[in-house]
């Protein structure tokens, strides 16, 4: 017997809950156009540059500069890459102490001995920062693609350290080899390795906490993480909240985004989406998308980032992604608490092939029109700083939150600033801000668990006072 009752659940949770506001993306860098661009990535090294994949196997670096007009090519592997239609160099991931080791992560697919993907590490020249040695190449981990499509191609470090890895069903239609739901393969995965710590006979080694790592069966992957994706094309962490959020292409009817977890089936080919699509063999419990949208909007689904930069605090904590063919981009806000609210916010000017980040956590649209493109900030600069006019409370997020939830706020001028977070009955719970500040968008971070006295599950509010001006929101504590 099927087991539904998690689809039926989150489809009550989740009525369709549907808006449309307008924001505007501009060309980031008029000067520069890119071949086939895939990916946009930045080192976290405190240079401010950004790194863009192509898909033949280049990775071009430039300065985060408007007016930027050339690029330099960072690597280039053509030699070894296959490209064309879903094949090519589709991923790139900085190791996280990258600025020490100069270490670098690449996902890509290569045609001998036959058709296969591999992840590889590279490392940085010892001369020249903005070139990579092309023959420092470690290859960690290879899988062969039956078909030439759906091969996947994010990976992201999480916040625990270790590479994360999207494998598509290996391709053609309907996943005729059911590799999704088949544990002792690892496509249709998403894969975790430890890059850090190789164990004998491999070049990385395995968490201790992947779901299948005690299993005494030599034929299944211990690698997987979680399994039953179709084709997870983009995949993004939110290190706030640790969650990791991923688009997973759809058949012919459905796109989903899902919140990745450990050890959970999101279901295909048994579903597409949260509709059933060939359950044959099918009798496991699986995981339902947070949110799906049929093709009569969009065919092709491009995973983004939860928006954690300062140009449009409208925008804040809220999931941005798009779709390759309509060109929509949209901003989701879900919380698995209050009813998920999808809101359109603009057309692309081409197909949308990416989302990244800079180090300031702008959000990046790449297109496969050889245009980056990003958001026209909606705010304005005093003294250094982006504000919005007067003083603007935003709400809390997370929220419902445990232990602890960020608060931010804009103040456009210099003022005296007071914010307190009270209980129900009116008591102070907490003061975050009691000084003068100068003008600029500022974040308070209230933990529960900080002071002496138990914070019991609830309503809580926090005020913010500006002058001799005030605004109050409600948040809620769920332990």
Request: aromatic fraction near 14%; proline fraction near 5%; include cysteine.
């Amino acid at each position: 017997m099927i087991k539904k009752l998690k689809f039926v659940v989150i489809t009550l949770l989740l009525l369709p809950i549907t808006a449309i506001a307008q924001y505007n993306f501009e060309a980031a860098f008029p000067n520069l156009t890119f071949s086939s661009a895939l990916d946009l990535q930045n080192a976290c090294d405190g240079t401010n540059r950004l790194f863009v994949v192509e898909q033949a196997g280049r990775i071009k670096v430039f300065p985060n500069q408007t007016n930027i007009s050339t690029t330099k090519t960072f690597l280039d592997i053509t030699d070894r890459v296959t490209s064309g239609g879903e094949k090519g160099l589709l991923g790139l991931a900085f190791h996280p102490n990258y600025k020490s080791n100069g270490y670098f992560y690449v996902n890509y697919t290569s045609p001998t001995p036959t058709l296969r993907t591999v992840i590889s590490r590279f490392k940085v020249s010892t001369t020249n920062p903005d070139s990579a040695d092309k023959n420092s190449e470690q290859i960690l981990l290879t899988y062969n693609q039956p078909y030439s499509n759906h091969n996947g191609g994010c990976l992201a470090f999480g916040p625990d350290g270790y590479l994360y890895i999207a494998a598509g069903d290996g391709g053609s239609g309907g996943d005729p080899q059911n590799n999704a739901q088949n544990i002792t393969s690892l496509l249709g995965k998403i894969i975790r390795i430890d890059v850090d710590n190789p164990q004998p006979l491999l070049n990385y080694g395995i968490p201790t906490t992947n779901p299948f790592v005690d299993s005494t069966n030599a034929a299944i992957r211990k690698e997987i993480y979680a399994w039953g994706m179709r084709n997870t094309w983009r995949f993004s962490f939110d290190f706030t909240t640790g969650l990791l959020w991923a688009g997973d292409v759809g058949q012919g009817d459905w796109e989903e985004v899902d919140i990745i977890q450990n050890g959970k089936n999101y279901g295909w080919r048994c579903y597409e989406g949260s509709h059933t699509y060939n359950t044959a063999n099918c009798n496991g419990v699986y995981e339902p998308p947070i949110w799906e949208y049929s093709h009569s909007t969009g065919i092709s689904i491009t995973g983004g980032y939860v928006y954690r930069g300062q140009n449009v605090p409208e925008l804040y904590g809220k999931y941005i992604y798009g779709d390759y063919g309509s060109k929509i981009v949209w901003a989701l806000e879900y919380d698995a608490i209050n009813p998920t609210v999808n809101t359109q916010i603009t057309t692309a000017a081409g197909n949308i092939t990416s989302f990244g980040i800079d180090e300031n956590k702008e959000l990046y649209l790449v297109s496969f029109n050889g245009k980056i493109y990003k958001f026209t900030p909606t705010t304005t600069s005093v003294e250094g700083h982006n504000v919005v006019n007067d003083f603007q409370l935003f709400q809390n997020y997370p929220n419902p939150f445990n232990p602890s939830t960020s608060i931010r706020y804009s103040i456009s001028s210099h003022q005296f600033v007071l914010l307190k977070i009270y209980d129900v009955l009116g008591n102070e719970v907490a003061t975050l801000v009691n000084e003068e500040r100068p003008a600029g968008i500022y974040e308070a971070i209230f933990n529960s668990e900080s002071s002496t006295n138990y914070r019991s599950s609830g309503i809580y509010f926090y005020k913010l006072s500006v002058g001799s001006f005030a605004e109050i929101r409600k948040m809620i504590l769920l332990k």
